[in-house]
């Protein structure tokens, strides 16, 4: 059969048996009426964030401007972690909610799929990130997407703090042995003594303190040290006295780095940008009695077509038998 004569036979078809078919849709369209009004009624909540630069206080004040791409990816990995959901699910109290037999061994794989169909974290196109809920009641609907927006900045938090707490237990015990080893050498370049006379060994050294002098900053030892050369300025002074300053750049380094961590610890921490929490809406969002009635409508139409074209290829393959 070419599709010429397809064509033919569905237009016959519709000719022939248009009542039928329309009768067929109209009993499809109102059978999916019926069961919309059986299903749950769902209710939606939206919440739009955006991510900060930055979670020091001091960058996100100078500089107050929207993350980037790389920012909104990871704010949605952390609206999507397992730790976001587990606050959700023992908060709300989801596990009743989904009528779930904790007894049963599938009953985690049920929660972990129901709470991803009904709670969805999309990335629009201005690099905001949306928070979709769609559960049975439109308070608690609100109410887990407003939560979710604020506990994410705990979440923030507690990995900064966590991380910069490791840094400084790192740090602290440091520091006293690296005190140790710079006051050592120094010890050891303030008793140091030679026979040998190299007074131009000793010339950059003391320009860089005289340097450092003038511009009012100075090293811890430096007074020690021109001492020392003004005494001795033997090749083993130069070496020590290079070895004590490569330490105490390591002191300081440590040192600083632990002031900066403590301070962190003590700064406040950033909020992401609420640019707008859920509200209450009363007006379901699903099931769609249109939507649903239509697609009801257009199936029954299909079946309607399909089971009277093949009824009458039946009839015809029949007669001529």
Do not use: C
């Amino acid at each position: 059969m070419n599709e010429d004569q397809a064509n033919i036979n569905l237009l016959h078809t519709l000719h022939n048996y248009y009542k039928q078919i329309l009768a067929i849709a109209l009993v499809f369209s109102l059978l999916s009426l019926v069961v919309s009004l059986t299903m749950d009624k769902k209710y939606s909540a939206v919440g739009v964030v955006y991510p900060t630069k930055s979670n020091e206080m001091k960058n996100v004040v100078n500089d107050p401007g929207f993350g980037y791409q790389i920012h909104t990816d990871r704010l949605i990995q952390l609206l999507e972690s397992q730790t976001m959901q587990n606050e959700m699910i023992k908060r709300f109290k989801l596990k009743t909610y989904y009528e779930l037999d904790t007894l049963k061994p599938n009953w985690v794989n049920k929660l972990n799929k129901s709470f991803k169909k009904d709670i969805t974290i999309n990335h629009t196109k201005y690099l905001s990130v949306e928070i979709h809920a769609s559960l049975k009641s439109p308070e608690l609907a609100a109410d887990v997407v407003n939560h979710m927006i604020s506990y994410v900045d705990t979440i923030r938090r507690n990995i900064f703090l966590e991380n910069t707490e490791i840094w400084v237990k790192d740090l602290r015990p440091k520091i006293k042995p690296q005190q140790k080893i710079v006051d050592s050498l120094l010890l050891i370049i303030n008793q140091s003594s030679s026979q040998e006379r190299m007074g131009y060994l000793s010339e950059n050294t003391k320009a860089q303190i005289e340097k450092r002098r003038e511009n009012g900053h100075h090293l811890y030892g430096d007074a020690i040290i021109e001492s020392a050369i003004a005494k001795n300025s033997s090749i083993q002074l130069e070496k020590l006295i290079s070895e004590y300053y490569m330490q105490l750049g390591i002191l300081n380094r440590f040192q600083s780095d632990l002031i900066t961590a403590e301070e962190k610890l003590n700064l406040p921490f950033p909020k992401i940008y609420t640019v707008m929490k859920a509200q209450v809406d009363d007006k379901k969002t699903f099931p769609s009695l249109s939507i649903n009635g239509l697609i009801g409508l257009l199936v029954g139409l299909v079946f309607g077509i399909v089971f009277y074209s093949l009824k009458k290829q039946i009839s015809n393959m029949n007669s001529n038998q």
